[in-house]
């Protein structure tokens, strides 16, 4: 059930939702060129696409998005790496790489790699299946660990790579691949994902309250407000909804049926001790 102030704005569930759910994701036009790029990398199986972007730009979303919708859409078996901060080994990146695809670790490095090979080769050419490999938060990958993404790239059949890999990262990702020149020249598509612009964002909130149950987002939050809101969030998707949940409390406690920018002003004054990135002036 919906707290009172969500209720209070006439809607069934929050629109600041932080979970992964897709029906909440705006897919900006930036988002909609990175999907496109990370698509032809693998329908072309170039091996490797690396989307990149500052901390709260929305890269995880759109990888577990994409999670959710290519399987759908074109029958890919995809799978993620999880808890790549852990991974500092080459037996360990095999293991999770193993475990994402539902496949048993063995015993050794050697014995993983040929393992994942002749099930890469299986899925090739009895199913016809093209593997997707998604890791996020790549840049926390091991030193030790990353070559193997490179040997991963290097499974292949005269025809075609047998495991495409979508890199998400962080923007010190570049500084990283610059000690692996192998790895680096392996990247067939690059994306890099910048904060909204005002425009964006007011896009980005009028989804949010619509897919909430808001049945007049502008009247609720007109634009003088929204504009309010992108000045203190820099266009941060993360940020956006920070300061846009602030201000929504700041306005039931007022007793008010508007978010107002004072509102929104008031909000970023109360938030002790966090500096959003501001706007620059257009």
């Given amino acids: 059930m919906p707290t009172e102030y969500i209720r209070h704005f006439g809607m069934s569930e929050t629109p600041f939702a932080r979970n992964h759910d897709p029906r909440w994701l705006y897919l900006s036009s930036q988002h909609k060129e990175a999907i496109i790029k990370a698509r032809w990398t693998i329908e072309e199986h170039g091996g490797l696409a690396l989307i990149r972007g500052d901390v709260g730009h929305g890269k995880s979303f759109l990888i577990e998005y994409l999670m959710t919708t290519w399987p759908n859409q074109f029958g890919w078996k995809c799978a993620k790496l999880q808890n790549t901060g852990t991974i500092s080994t080459p037996k360990a990146l095999l293991t999770e790489v193993l475990s994402a695809f539902g496949l048993e670790p063995a015993n050794t490095v050697r014995e993983m790699a040929t393992n994942l090979e002749s099930w890469l080769l299986s899925q090739c050419y009895e199913d016809n299946k093209t593997i997707v490999l998604f890791v996020d938060e790549a840049q926390s990958v091991g030193s030790r660990a990353l070559p193997v993404l490179r040997d991963l790239l290097n499974l292949e ?40 612009s005002a425009e964006e964002t007011d896009a980005m909130l009028l989804h949010r309250f619509r897919r909430a149950g808001c049945i007049d987002p502008i009247h609720l939050c007109p634009f003088e407000t929204m504009h309010a809101i992108y000045l203190h969030s820099g266009g941060v998707p993360r940020d956006i909804l920070v300061v846009a949940e602030a201000a929504m409390k700041e306005a039931f406690l007022r007793d008010n049926w508007q978010l107002l920018p004072e509102h929104v002003e008031q909000a970023v004054k109360d938030m002790a001790g966090r500096k959003p990135k501001l706007a620059k002036a257009a």
Wanted: aromatic fraction near 2%; avoid cysteine.
């Fill in 157 to 196: 059949t005269r025809e075609q790579i047998l495991m495409q890999i979508v890199l998400s990262a962080q923007l010190n990702i570049d500084k990283k691949l610059m000690h692996f020149p192998a790895l680096q020249s392996r990247i067939a598509s690059v994306s890099t994902l910048e904060p909204l």
